[in-house]
């Protein structure tokens, strides 16, 4: 009775010693893996900061360059604002003096072109009168039957001969100047009107162009190019239109 007792207090001592290491071996485990716990925790937070920064510093790259393009695009504008006022200017400029001079010379035209229809009035008029005094002396000589012949009557006769004879003398003259009178009258006039069309051309040429500073076509035209470059273009187009408008005139 007392073996069996001994025995099975043996047997308790032992259980008790094997929960005991169970125990302790599971005390090692929980202790082990709250470590590793802390340990991912910390690598978890360090991961956070690190994705906090990363997301603050990409912030300040994008804000960074959305300012840069800003500049830039600003930068451009006024640019492109100060070349199209400088064009425009230069052409404008360019504009006014050449529609000026076409001014100037209409004006010119037109007086030489008065000048020569008073000179061309005047000489007429002289050539009427010769032609009226021609006239009358041969209708002086044809009038009546014939005188009686004295020396006096020869003189008179050759007189008279001389004075016609100088007449028409001047009337070819002045035949001979009126004629090219004419011509150049002709030639003046032809080129008023031309001057007169150049200037009409300019003027709505310089229309356009004002009319159309704020359009897309301007922008289109001036974009990537220089002042010089906006009015060598500007003048192409002025030349364009001016060599259609003749064309027109001539068909």
């Known amino acids: 009775m007392e073996s069996s007792e001994v025995a099975s207090s043996y047997g308790d001592v032992d259980h008790?010693?094997?929960?005991?290491?169970?125990s302790e071996t599971s005390?090692?485990?929980?202790?082990?893996?709250?470590?590793?716990?802390?340990?991912?925790?910390?690598?978890?937070?360090e991961c956070r900061s690190l994705v906090t920064v990363a997301e603050c510093e990409k912030e300040n790259v994008v804000e960074t360059e959305q300012r840069k393009r800003k500049e830039e695009v600003a930068s451009i504008q006024r640019i492109m604002e100060e070349a199209v006022s400088e064009a425009v200017r230069n052409t404008s400029s360019r504009y006014e003096k050449e529609i000026s001079q076409l001014q100037k010379t209409n004006e010119k035209l037109e007086a030489e072109l008065q000048e020569l229809?008073?000179?061309?009035?005047?000489?007429?008029?002289?050539?009427?009168?010769?032609?009226?005094?021609?006239?009358?002396?041969?209708?002086?000589?044809?009038?009546?039957s014939p005188l009686p012949f004295t020396s006096s009557t020869g003189e008179s006769i050759e007189n008279?001969?001389?004075s016609m004879r100088k007449a028409q003398e001047d009337a070819e003259m002045l035949r001979s100047l009126v004629v090219p009178l004419e011509e150049e009258i002709k030639a003046l006039?032809?080129?008023?009107?031309?001057?007169d069309e150049q200037l009409r051309l300019y003027e709505t040429a310089f229309a356009d162009l004002v009319k159309g500073l704020g359009s897309d076509v301007l922008s289109e035209m001036i974009k990537g190019k220089g002042p010089a470059e906006v009015v060598e273009h500007l003048d192409e187009k002025r030349h364009s239109l001016a060599s259609g408008h003749c064309i027109a005139s001539i068909s």
């Open 16 to 22: 008790l010693l094997q929960v005991n290491e169970f």
């Open 27 to 45: 005390t090692a485990d929980v202790k082990q893996l709250q470590e590793e716990l802390r340990r991912l925790q910390a690598e978890l937070d």
């Open 117 to 144: 229809k008073n000179r061309e009035k005047t000489d007429i008029s002289r050539e009427g009168v010769l032609a009226a005094v021609t006239k009358s002396l041969k209708r002086v000589g044809n009038l009546g």
């Open 160 to 162: 008279l001969e001389e």
């Open 189 to 195: 006039k032809d080129k008023l009107r031309a001057t």
